[in-house]
């Protein structure tokens, strides 16, 4: 079902995103990697990123500092290669990401890896990653428990865990708004712009389904994780939660 969800919306996934959240995904986007910090030479996981969102600015950041070091340095020093491994399980999303960066002019780049792979069951080594991002994506899987300890056995000691995601609204007034605009207009926008009530309808729901802010927040600590935090936007809408692992 989900897997057949992402592949009929994977062409249009950028605009209605843009639609469904008035642009705002793009700032909630950019929060969510202001959290992480990049750095230059880092190993990141971004995990359901198939169209390469998150990637890209990641990269985008790690370039910013590494041209700033440069400017105060006499020598690069910075010779290890950067490599941020875009995850995900549909083809559909991860082609979209791929023609992505070709109209960017990152063809060629040796720092960005796509993966496709299950956000259960990752193919990556024990305490491998300095970073792992999921955008939008863990309200989707089968079994929350199973990523969030994949997370963790992928990350090094050190290593930060963050979520971008659709969360509860509980501001009285605000949650009726949300809650008919969610149920009412998003699919009848899917409908309209991408030809599929049907998809939107599901991610409509999905979001219902996930755990409150604070329940998420218990199963990350349970999972491993310290410091154990999460921020709220425009009200709860969305939630980044973030976690160490030491």
């Given at each position: 079902?989900?897997?057949?969800?992402?592949?009929?919306?994977?062409?249009?996934?950028?605009?209605?995103?843009?639609?469904?959240?008035?642009?705002?995904?793009?700032?909630?986007?950019?929060?969510?990697?202001?959290?992480?910090?990049?750095?230059?030479?880092?190993?990141?996981?971004?995990?359901?990123?198939?169209?390469?969102?998150?990637?890209?600015?990641?990269?985008?950041?790690?370039?910013?500092?590494?041209?700033?070091?440069?400017?105060?340095?006499?020598?690069?020093?910075?010779?290890?290669?950067?490599?941020?491994?875009?995850?995900?399980?549909?083809?559909?999303?991860?082609?979209?990401?791929?023609?992505?960066?070709i109209?960017?002019?990152?063809?060629?780049?040796?720092?960005?890896?796509?993966?496709?792979?299950?956000?259960?069951?990752?193919?990556?080594?024990?305490?491998?990653?300095?970073?792992?991002?999921?955008?939008?994506?863990?309200?989707?899987?089968?079994?929350?428990?199973?990523?969030?300890?994949?997370?963790?056995?992928?990350?090094?000691?050190?290593?930060?865990?963050?979520?971008?995601?659709?969360?509860?609204?509980?501001?009285?007034?605000?949650?009726?708004?949300y809650?008919?605009?969610?149920?009412?207009?998003?699919?009848?926008?899917?409908?309209?712009?991408?030809?599929?009530?049907?998809?939107?309808?599901?991610?409509?729901?999905?979001?219902?389904?996930?755990?409150?802010?604070?329940?998420?927040?218990?199963?990350?600590a349970?999972?491993?994780?310290?410091?154990?935090?999460?921020?709220?936007?425009?009200?709860?809408?969305?939630?980044?939660?973030?976690?160490?692992?030491?």
């Amino acid at each position: 079902m989900v897997s057949d969800v992402f592949s009929s919306v994977a062409s249009n996934y950028d605009l209605m995103n843009d639609l469904m959240s008035g642009g705002l995904h793009r700032l909630w986007k950019d929060r969510l990697v202001s959290k992480l910090n990049p750095f230059p030479g880092m190993k990141h996981l971004d995990v359901a990123g198939g169209t390469g969102d998150v990637a890209f600015r990641i990269l985008d950041s790690i370039n910013s500092t590494k041209r700033r070091v440069l400017e105060d340095a006499q020598d690069d020093d910075l010779h290890e290669e950067t490599q941020i491994y875009v995850c995900d399980i549909n083809p559909n999303m991860l082609n979209v990401g791929k023609k992505r960066a070709i109209g960017r002019g990152l063809r060629e780049s040796k720092s960005l890896v796509w993966v496709e792979g299950d956000a259960e069951a990752l193919n990556f080594d024990d305490n491998s990653m300095d970073g792992y991002t999921i955008a939008f994506g863990i309200r989707n899987v089968t079994h929350v428990e199973k990523v969030l300890a994949e997370a963790y056995r992928v990350l090094r000691r050190g290593g930060r865990f963050l979520c971008l995601e659709l969360s509860h609204v509980d501001i009285p007034g605000f949650k009726e708004l949300y809650d008919y605009y969610s149920f009412s207009v998003i699919p009848a926008m899917g409908e309209l712009v991408a030809g599929d009530r049907q998809s939107y309808q599901y991610l409509v729901e999905s979001i219902r389904r996930f755990p409150p802010q604070e329940k998420f927040a218990s199963m990350i600590a349970d999972a491993g994780f310290q410091k154990v935090e999460y921020e709220n936007l425009v009200g709860g809408v969305v939630a980044i939660h973030s976690g160490l692992k030491f």
